[in-house]
């Protein structure tokens, strides 16, 4: 890119900032500081609100860049992201919505309390929900990174490292000054720039094929050297029996895993009724299910436009797919067209990435202050002294995830969140599902079912070829590799299960029908919700 261009994108990038960090000031203005307000910005929002804003949180860097890199490398293989990330708004949307917004008030930690002794209960959800965050948070970390980089010409590492720095800077000042409702309008605006930047790349495509889907895919297929097999199963997943058994892995995190973000679980705490959240819920099942139809259309485009090895040049996880895809139908490097296109998507991109990660960070830091934070003290405390521990907890958790994404900045951002859901599958869902449906779930059973499910999980990716073993890891020039799947889920979310179930059996304690009892009124009915 030429200094011309990069002072356009770099313009571009700087007004998306400024008018999120205005919003986030005039939201800081208006707000009276109590913990309701800061968590989930007084319930205040509509469902069609709360719907984009969920989309907003939803469509990350991991689907926008990740997602249409994967299917531009991998074709068939890449839409099981796609897929996955889709089809998990069913289970979110019957089991999970409305029992969640009835029996919770900010955090996952909430509903299970509800009939538990709630000290160790809260440490337990409130440790597995931040190792989620800040897993997911790496990945956008990663997706920035990359996008900068390509925005300056190169793969610069000290430009990517500088833009993950900048990028955790700015998630800890829009948590700690604006809350909820400044992250929510955020991701609004995020959500609605994104969508109709999907949609213009989407048309640009089909118009380049004349509107043939056919003709795309072979040509996709053709420039990508593998020929039919593209558009085939097994390209990356079907090698082997371990390559297979990865990618039913990879499928179990991505369709489970979401019903266990935090980020997502506290979106249906803004709304003020369980129906309100259902309908949230609809909303953003219909923005996110064009959204990845849209995806495949550009990964598929992307293929077929600039190449495999054109991408895998600028970055060899396939992260910069849609960005170089725009850059070649506005006109190529050297056009106005082009230039602009690029710059725009690459904006919206980076948009996207902010959104995202101010979301994520307001549900850690309230795990933190909201669960272990209050149940590791005596009393509660005042509301203003946990929001107080939040905006601190946000600054810890900014400088963890700054540095993981210094570390992991090479890894393709969608395989990432895909070990971010893999976690939440194992550890967040078994308590979450046995707390709502099973009569006879105890404190002990709870606590085993997290830790059941989040040491396994993060074992298995530390003895995995993620991080040793391989030219791909994280650490290639040591080998500590004993499991060799990429993706733990098959193994961790099942144990997840089983260690819930086993605490529960194995327990002394016996289980409060009177709570239960109540806790079922409460989640069907939503008498007595926050």
């Not at 030429?2 to 939201?27: E, M, Y």
């Not at 809350?179 to 605006?189: E, H, K, S």
């Not at 819920?281 to 436009?305: E, Q």
């Not at 193994?491 to 605490?503: N, Q, R, T, Y």
Request: aromatic share 10%; net charge neutral; proline share 3%.
């Amino acid at each position: 890119m030429t200094g011309h261009h990069q002072t356009l994108g770099i313009l571009l990038f700087s007004g998306f900032v400024a008018v999120t960090l205005a919003i986030t000031t005039w939201v800081s203005r208006n707000r009276h500081g109590s913990a309701e307000e800061f968590y989930v910005g007084g319930r205040l929002f509509s469902p069609l609100e709360n719907g984009f804003a969920i989309a907003g949180d939803y469509m990350s860097a991991a689907s926008f860049l990740g997602v249409t890199g994967l299917i531009a490398l991998f074709g068939y293989d890449g839409l099981l992201y796609a897929v996955g990330f889709l089809v998990a708004w069913l289970l979110v949307l019957f089991l999970v919505a409305e029992l969640v917004r009835n029996c919770g008030r900010f955090t996952l930690a909430d509903v299970i309390v509800a009939r538990m002794s709630e000290r160790p209960v809260r440490v337990a959800a409130g440790t597995s929900s931040v190792t989620v965050s800040v897993l997911y948070l790496v990945a956008q970390m990663v997706g920035a990174g990359s996008l900068v980089a390509l925005l300056l010409g190169g793969t610069s590492q000290g430009a990517r490292a500088w833009t993950i720095v900048g990028v955790g800077a700015l998630m800890v000042i829009y948590v700690s000054m604006g809350g909820m409702r400044a992250t929510t309008w955020i991701q609004i605006v995020k959500a609605v720039l994104l969508l109709g930047g999907t949609v213009a790349l989407t048309v640009l495509v089909l118009l380049r094929f004349h509107g043939d889907v056919d003709r795309l895919l072979q040509t996709a297929a053709e420039r990508s050297g593998h020929g039919d097999a593209f558009l085939a199963p097994g390209l990356k997943y079907g090698a082997d029996w371990t390559a297979r058994l990865d990618f039913i892995s990879l499928g179990l995190a991505l369709v489970l895993g979401t019903a266990g973000l935090p980020h997502i679980l506290s979106r249906f705490y803004t709304v003020p009724t369980a129906r309100a959240a259902r309908r949230s819920v609809l909303w953003s099942i219909g923005l996110i299910g064009g959204f990845y139809l849209m995806t495949i259309v550009l990964g598929f485009g992307a293929a077929a436009i600039v190449g495999p090895d054109s991408i895998r040049g600028s970055n060899a996880a396939g992260n910069t797919a849609v960005p170089l895809l725009a850059l070649d139908l506005g006109g190529g490097a050297d056009s106005t067209g082009g230039t602009v296109l690029f710059a725009v998507v690459a904006a919206i991109a980076f948009a996207t990435i902010l959104a995202v990660v101010a979301g994520i960070t307001l549900a850690s830091s309230a795990s933190v202050a909201h669960d272990l934070y209050a149940s590791l003290r005596r009393g509660r405390g005042e509301p203003r002294s946990e929001v107080a521990v939040a905006r601190v907890a946000s600054v810890g958790i900014g400088v963890v995830a700054i540095a993981l994404g210094l570390l992991a900045r090479d890894m393709n951002v969608a395989f990432l969140v895909g070990l971010a859901f893999a976690v939440a599958a194992s550890a967040n869902l078994p308590v979450l599902l046995y707390s709502l449906f099973w009569r006879g779930f105890t404190t002990r059973g709870a606590v085993w079912a997290v830790y059941g499910g989040l040491i396994p999980a993060l074992a298995l990716v530390a003895l995995s070829p993620v991080v040793s073993g391989s030219p791909d890891s994280l650490f290639p020039g040591v080998d500590f590799q004993y499991f060799p799947l990429q993706n733990p889920g098959i193994v961790s979310i099942p144990l997840g299960f089983l260690a819930g179930w086993l605490g529960t059996v194995t327990s002394a304690e016996l289980p409060d029908e009177a709570k239960h009892a109540e806790t079922e009124v409460r989640s069907l009915t939503g008498a007595g919700a926050a």
